[in-house]
């Protein structure tokens, strides 16, 4: 999840602005972006939003933060291809201003001038972006990797980086994913090789699984099929979205054109290559549904293989391992990165990292795009390349690279905010706070009726939901008595105040709760006052009764 800003001369640049996945930590919600307070509160600074490929992590916060921005957006051919199809979605497609770059070619922006770079990854027209300022230049590496024979989109231009290079640059904000990674991350080339070997001879369906951004392996895949004599069906809109956007773009022209889910029941086992997406398990991904026997027109059996060509983004494990047992109870095979070489990186290993930073030789290096022992390691790695500075950041530090030594000035709000339904929450806010108590200790709910007085008319009413197995009944009838007490205990004056009368019921049910199971329910208590006329007919009509 991408937001970056560069400040000078008054002015505030945006580079990125992505979206990250939710973990079970967050009920109810799939997607996270940045909290964009800060540049909301200099929005009238704010001179642009630079995107350098169209990734969703780089892309995907667009259609939900742009409003709050209200900038206008550059981006590559493809990158605003699939930027307006999102666009469209939320009704934002005729008001989002969006500029299309080519490589090379210099963007004039208030005080910065920035010049894309094409550099390889594992998405068309990815860039780094040379930001060149009256204090200096920052080389922004964006995401990449040095691949030599890139199957889709341009060749990293190595001679544009190095003459930014000889011409001196202050600091590379650079890509930290791979750090620990030794040699290179390797080239489409060879995973459309391994998977064409793997997947031969397979008697029953095939299904990949993987990102629908990454057109070079829709690609790979795509040719893959076209070897095994498979049709290919892609499975996802999100999936259909991306290569519509890539044909749109330029690319994927000599790819047969796929078959749609609709078509898949009326082929043959072995002539069918599904290419679908949830490669992260995500609940509403096609794999997902697939595997749990919820998709509307796919289903596989014993004897079918399901293969993720992806990385397993850590913090999505357990999610991942329990499709993929899914999956090995229906006696599918499945494959992932850990059993056979079926994906490669889109970012740099450490030869590539040593080979882009005696490209630049910067004065600084900020390491980016990685958690905090990724950046610590990049830190240590460009010291040894003979970097004079390198500096570790949080979310939310301000560094000043220039005049001076490169130090952290302040801190400013950079906090997360979930996509949920068509709102934005925060992430720590009472929302979600009280979705997760509910998960892990579940609900309990105090009925009162009372007369003017606060005196209860009848007992009251507890009911409690997930809260404990086999007890439910019993634990009901202590937090009545309880609850019961409490009214009768609070002074005359007090049991008048519905608040009052609230705050002690709600102390004794979640006393009771305590005791018996060791829980703390939301809890919610609801009054219903009486007037004296009120009482006396409900009495008489008891009393006819």
């Given at each position: 999840m991408n937001l970056n800003l560069y400040g000078h001369a008054g002015k505030w640049l945006m580079v990125d602005l992505g979206t990250t996945f939710a973990d079970e930590t967050l009920p109810g919600?799939?997607?996270?972006?940045?909290?964009?307070s800060f540049i909301e509160s200099e929005r009238e600074n704010l001179v642009g939003l630079v995107l350098t490929h169209a990734h969703e992590d780089h892309l995907g916060a667009v259609p939900y933060l742009w409003p709050r921005l209200r900038c206008p957006v550059y981006a590559s051919r493809f990158a605003a291809a699939v930027l307006r199809r999102k666009l469209a979605d939320v009704a934002l497609e005729n008001e989002v201003p969006i500029i299309e770059y080519a490589p090379g070619e210099t963007l004039r922006l208030?005080?910065?001038?920035?010049?894309?770079?094409?550099?390889?990854?594992?998405?068309?027209?990815?860039?780094?972006?040379?930001?060149?300022?009256?204090?200096?230049?920052?080389?922004?590496?964006?995401?990449?990797?040095?691949d030599?024979?890139?199957?889709?989109?341009?060749?990293?231009?190595?001679?544009?980086?190095?003459?930014?290079?000889e011409a001196g640059v202050l600091a590379l904000v650079c890509d930290s994913t791979n750090v620990f990674r030794h040699g290179e991350s390797?080239?489409?080339?060879?995973?459309?090789?391994?998977?064409r070997e793997l997947l031969a001879n397979r008697p029953g369906r095939i299904v990949v699984t993987t990102f629908a951004s990454n057109i070079a392996r829709i690609e790979t895949v795509a040719k893959v099929a076209e070897a095994l004599d498979r049709h290919l069906v892609l499975v996802g809109r999100s999936l259909w979205k991306f290569a519509e956007a890539a044909r749109e773009s330029g690319y994927l022209h000599d790819m047969p054109p796929p078959l749609s889910e609709r078509d898949y029941g009326y082929l043959p086992r072995d002539k069918v290559l599904l290419l679908c997406t949830g490669c992260q398990g995500e609940t509403r991904g096609a794999m997902a549904r697939i595997a749990s026997g919820q998709h509307s027109h796919v289903t596989l059996q014993g004897g079918d293989v399901a293969v993720f060509s992806s990385k397993i983004i850590p913090g999505n494990e357990r999610t991942l391992y329990r499709l993929h047992n899914l999956l090995a109870l229906a006696g599918v095979e499945v494959i992932t990165e850990k059993d056979h070489f079926v994906h490669v990186s889109g970012h740099p290993a450490r030869d590539e990292l040593a080979q882009m930073y005696q490209w630049i030789r910067p004065r600084i290096a900020v390491p980016v795009h990685g958690e905090p022992r990724h950046l610590v390691e990049h830190a240590r790695l460009a010291r040894a390349l003979q970097v004079p500075e390198a500096v570790v950041l949080a979310n939310g530090d301000l560094l000043q690279l220039a005049p001076g030594p490169a130090k952290v000035l302040d801190r400013v709000p950079a906090g997360r905010l979930a996509v949920d339904g068509?709102?934005?929450?925060?992430?720590?806010?009472?929302?979600?706070?009280?979705?997760?108590?509910?998960?892990?200790?579940?609900?309990?709910?105090?009925?009162?009726?009372?007369?003017?007085l606060g005196n209860l008319i009848e007992p009251p009413r507890v009911s409690l939901h997930g809260v404990a197995q086999g007890e439910s009944d019993e634990l009901a009838r202590v937090a009545v008595a309880n609850v019961a007490e409490a009214v009768r205990r609070l002074p005359p004056r007090f049991r008048a105040d519905d608040e009052r009368v609230t705050e002690a019921a709600r102390r004794a049910v979640r006393q009771a709760v305590r005791q018996v199971a060791d829980r703390k329910p939301v809890t919610d208590v609801q009054i219903v006052r009486l007037s004296d006329g009120d009482v006396r007919r409900i009495e008489k009509e008891e009393a006819f009764v």
């Open positions: 919600v799939d997607l996270i972006v940045p909290d964009p208030g005080p910065f001038a920035v010049t894309p770079i094409s550099i390889t990854h594992s998405i068309p027209e990815s860039q780094a972006l040379a930001i060149e300022t009256s204090a200096g230049t920052v080389l922004h590496s964006g995401d990449w990797k040095l030599p024979g890139p199957l889709v989109g341009p060749n990293t231009d190595a001679d544009t980086l190095m003459r930014h290079g390797g080239s489409e080339s060879a995973v459309r090789d391994s998977l068509q709102t934005l929450i925060p992430i720590e806010g009472e929302v979600l706070q009280r979705r997760r108590k509910l998960m892990y200790n579940g609900a309990a709910l105090a009925v009162l009726v009372l007369d003017a």
